[in-house]
C-alpha cells in the first residue's frame, strides 16, 4: 500500500468512528447527518442512507471537490454542496454534521445562539442560525457559509448543525460543544419569570484571547 493510500484507509477509518460516535452520543438519528474529511484534493464523505454500523474499509467514499465521485460505489451524502463549500471557501480539513435535538430545537427559535458561555468563543463568536432551506440544495449551502463568516460552526434553521475543524476530532468537538450550549441555553431559559444572564462581546473577546493559549505546548 502507497502512503497515500495509507492515508486515504487511516481517514476512513477515523471518519467511521466519527459518524458512529455521532450517532451513540445522540447527536443523530438513524443515518441522519454526514462527516466528511479531506485529504489532499479526495473528500472522503459519509454515504447516503446507510447506517454508520454496517461501513467497513471496503465502503470507501470519496470526491473531488468538484463534487464528481471518484471512489467508491456506496452513493456519498445528499448534503455535499454543503461540505465542498466548507472546503472551498475556509481551511477545513473535516466537517461534521448533525441533527442534534437541542441545537436544532435552537435553530428554531432565534437567529443567533444568545451568549450564554463563554465557550461560544470556540466556535468565533456568536453561533448565527442560517435561514432554511431544502437540504442538499445549493441554497442551503450558500446560507451556511453566510453564517460560517468568521465562524467554524452554525445552526441551520429547522435542520440541525454544521462545524469544522483542522481535523476530525476538532470538528466533533466542536459540534458537542455547540450542542451543549443550545442544551444549556433552552434549560437556563425555561424558568418562568426569569431570564439568563448573557455574556457581553467584550467578555467573549476576552476569552477568545485566553483560548489562543489553552492546552499543552
Not at 458512529?20 to 474529511?37: H, I, K, P, W
Not at 466542536?174 to 434549560?187: I, P
Not at 425555561?190 to 439568563?196: D, E, K, S, T, Y
Request: charge should be negative; aromatic fraction near 6%.
Amino acid at each position: 500500500m502507497s502512503d497515500d493510500e495509507a492515508a486515504i484507509a487511516a481517514a476512513w477509518a477515523e471518519l467511521i468512528d466519527t459518524a458512529r460516535r455521532t450517532a451513540a452520543e445522540g447527536l443523530v438519528v438513524g443515518t441522519s447527518g454526514n462527516v466528511s474529511v479531506r485529504v489532499g484534493d479526495l473528500v472522503l464523505v459519509t454515504p447516503t442512507g446507510v447506517p454508520y454500523d454496517r461501513l467497513g474499509p471496503a465502503d470507501t467514499v470519496a470526491v473531488d471537490l468538484e463534487g464528481r465521485q471518484v471512489r467508491g460505489v456506496l452513493r456519498p451524502t445528499s448534503e455535499i454542496p454543503m461540505h465542498l463549500a466548507v472546503y472551498r471557501h475556509t481551511d477545513a480539513r473535516a466537517v461534521v454534521h448533525t441533527h442534534a435535538v437541542h441545537a436544532t430545537a435552537v435553530s428554531t427559535l432565534v437567529a443567533e445562539l444568545p451568549l450564554v458561555h463563554y465557550m461560544a468563543a470556540a466556535l468565533g463568536g456568536p453561533v448565527r442560525v442560517a435561514p432554511y432551506a431544502l437540504y442538499g440544495s445549493e441554497e442551503l449551502a450558500e446560507h451556511m457559509l453566510r453564517a460560517l463568516e468568521d465562524r467554524t460552526g452554525c445552526l441551520l434553521q429547522n435542520h440541525g448543525t454544521l462545524t469544522y475543524g483542522a481535523g476530525l476530532a476538532q470538528a466533533y468537538d466542536r459540534t458537542a460543544q455547540l450542542e451543549w450550549m443550545c442544551r444549556l441555553w433552552l434549560t437556563a431559559s425555561a424558568l418562568p419569570g426569569r431570564a439568563p444572564s448573557l455574556l457581553s462581546r467584550d467578555q467573549l473577546d476576552e476569552v477568545a484571547e485566553r483560548l489562543r493559549g489553552y492546552g499543552q505546548p
